[in-house]
């Protein structure tokens, strides 16, 4: 009698689990732009471009050309060849330091929602606290006191993120804890680490690594706000916020030097969260069920 | 019903802290289960049934308090340390909710939460868990089991999704399963199928099992004993035929009157307890029911019955003006 009923049902569920649904042109076009970025920021040292840090005094702020393909900024310096140089810094930082933010702040997240009581309230009484706090001045006392170097820079980007990835996944295990699955689970005698990392983490990781990708974007950005105050890398080294900084200083003569690198900046960025929310749309198992 | 049954209940009582004042969730219940027997508890929404039933398997909320012992297999569950406790739920202990949607894990496969939990409760190696895992979907009743093992819950329809439930309860051979409310969210047709199910591997495992549910046609036929909750308190207890026959207590008989029938005429007026449950955070003096019930008088109002004996052993209710016997039969 019970498998009567079932016959019907059967065959629609199974055919239609595999995934079919559309990526479209404009997700292809933001993985082929990521792919590229990457792929010129890797393969920077191989490639044949100048060194980006040679100067040509004679060629300060040269046009378009054979020889320089995106031109020269203000010291005679290969535009592309800084452009691609820069994107290995943004795109390190970038992705870097949300991978700390992700790892302390999911972590952290999933423990005081799960524990809760005084260890969540310490938790979130020093996130506040690091929310609480100027970003500008951390920064600005960070490279200070320890230099401005690329490893300070994502510690700093890091660590200002965590309190955001703590919230994301506090919330997420927070009503997830009280669903019925995981006390069934307590009541077959799952320990603390299994619950947390068998039923909590595979639900919690959904919406930090959704949140991980706007993070990457975000990190970009501000990586490159404080490179154009020159808080970031140190020169010689470019970054793209850098190069924006630089170019800024002759934006009526040659706004190309400010523009170019923006241009990749925002393309980059789009692409992320471009790619983040089609992925994120994608491996969700739960759409529409919930 | 010989010597020490599987489970017993003793004079266990809960309290919730809430910003109202203290909330008594559970008041002072006894009960027992004989391994393989059957124990349906019923009552209205807010009787107490669910927090008895985590307060059975030492799940209850972080502030709640309880009280009185839970013996179980010889060990009084209150007293083991959290490492013991995790054995013996591990061991002997599970749990089929009301909504299958949320007691399964809605990111893993069904394959992996089964196969994991066997894992590790039963020591299987991976090729060995799966092949359990098959067979197990099979016991429950569904189809195609290989290919289920791939699917996400939210691919297989609520009963579908009890079925798993069950499957993964079942997994660890417990010999006791309290299935809080497993038919409420399932319509009626898979209701029946899915409270066949657990009868049938409860008599193949031989395993002790409680139902909760506030469906009185849930029990009368597919439990041996059956208990009324009412506002934290058993109200009444009886074997399940006895109760049906001569039941003793007025909620008892007013909760079996709302049930709509099939052959009344159409638009009949269904006789619905009028009145709502007494808030749990201000106990009344005297019988809890007492506000809603048509018999009531004198000293129910002033004074609590406690579960007394009727004629025949075994059926206990809490009632000074119990129906169909003479009247002053009390603590």
């Known amino acids: ?290 | 019903m010989t010597a020490a049954p599987l489970l017993s209940v003793e004079d266990v009582s809960v309290d919730l802290p809430t910003p109202r004042g203290n909330l008594r969730a559970v008041d002072r219940v006894d009960l027992t289960v004989g391994a393989g027997r059957t124990l349906g508890i019923v009552g209205e929404s807010g009787s107490g049934k669910t927090m008895l039933s985590r307060a059975i398997l030492q799940l209850l909320p972080r502030k709640a308090k309880p009280s009185g012992r839970v013996m179980f297999d010889g060990q009084d569950l209150a007293r083991l340390d959290g490492e013991a406790l995790r054995k013996l739920r591990a061991r002997s202990l599970a749990v089929v909710f009301q909504d299958p949607m949320t007691s399964l894990n809605p990111v893993l496969t069904i394959g992996t939460q089964l196969v994991e939990t066997l894992q590790e409760h039963l020591d299987l190696d991976s090729a060995a868990a799966r092949k359990r895992s098959v067979e197990l979907l099979a016991a429950v009743g569904i189809p195609a089991p290989e290919a289920r093992l791939m699917q996400y819950p939210h691919q297989l329809s609520g009963g579908m999704r009890q079925r798993v439930a069950i499957a993964i309860a079942l997994s660890c051979e417990p010999k006791l399963l309290i299935a809080d409310e497993p038919t409420t969210a399932l319509d009626v047709t898979i209701q029946a199928q899915i409270l066949d199910l657990l009868a049938r591997e409860q008599r193949r495992r031989h395993m002790a099992m409680i139902i909760i549910t506030h469906d009185l046609g849930v029990v009368a036929g597919r439990t041996d004993e059956v208990a009324v909750m009412y506002a934290g308190r058993v109200v009444e207890r009886a074997p399940t035929h006895a109760l049906f026959k001569h039941m003793h207590m007025p909620y008892t008989e007013a909760l079996l009157a709302a049930i709509p029938k099939i052959d009344a005429a159409p638009h009949t007026r269904l006789p619905a307890i009028s009145g709502r449950p007494p808030d749990p955070t201000r106990p009344l003096k005297g019988c809890s029911f007492s506000p809603r019930c048509r018999y009531a008088a004198g000293r129910c109002h002033s004074e609590k019955p406690s579960l007394a004996l009727a004629e025949s052993p075994a059926h206990q209710f809490a009632c000074f003006h119990p129906i169909g016997l003479a009247a002053g039969v009390s603590a």
Request: charged fraction near 15%.
């Open chain 1, 1 to 290: 009698m019970a498998t009567l009923e079932l016959g019907l049902d059967q065959d629609v569920a199974i055919v239609s689990v595999r995934r079919t649904r559309r990526l479209g042109l404009l997700f292809w076009t933001a993985v082929g732009w990521m792919i590229f970025v990457f792929a010129v920021a890797i393969l920077a040292p191989v490639l044949p471009l100048p060194s980006p840090t040679d100067m040509d005094m004679l060629e300060r702020r040269a046009a378009i050309s054979a020889l320089h393909w995106l031109g020269t900024d203000g010291l005679g310096r290969d535009e592309l060849s800084r452009l691609a140089y820069g994107a290995r810094i943004s795109l390190t930082v970038g992705l870097l330091a949300p991978v700390i933010g992700i790892t302390i702040g999911g972590a952290l997240g999933l423990l005081a929602g799960y524990f809760r009581g005084r260890f969540e309230q310490l938790v979130v009484g020093s996130m506040d606290v690091l929310l609480a706090f100027p970003p500008l001045i951390l920064a600005l006392a960070v490279t200070a006191y320890l230099g401005q170097s690329v490893f300070n820079l994502t510690c700093i980007l890091g660590v200002l993120g965590i309190p955001a990835f703590m919230r994301v996944a506090r919330a997420s295990t927070l009503t997830l804890a009280r669903r019925e699955f995981v006390i069934a689970a307590q009541a077959l005698g799952a320990s603390h680490a299994r619950i947390l990392f068998r039923e909590l983490l595979p639900n919690v990781a959904l919406p930090l690594l959704a949140f991980f990708l706007l993070g990457v974007a975000v990190t970009i950005v501000v990586e490159g706000a404080l490179s154009f105050l020159g808080l970031g890398v140190p020169p010689p080294i470019s970054s793209w916020g850098s190069m924006i900084g630089e170019g800024r200083e002759s934006l009526e003569i040659a706004p190309q030097l400010a523009f170019i690198p923006a241009i990749a900046m925002f393309l980059t960025v789009l692409s992320f969260n471009l790619v983040g929310d089609t992925l994120r749309a994608l491996t969700d198992p739960r759409q529409g069920a919930l």
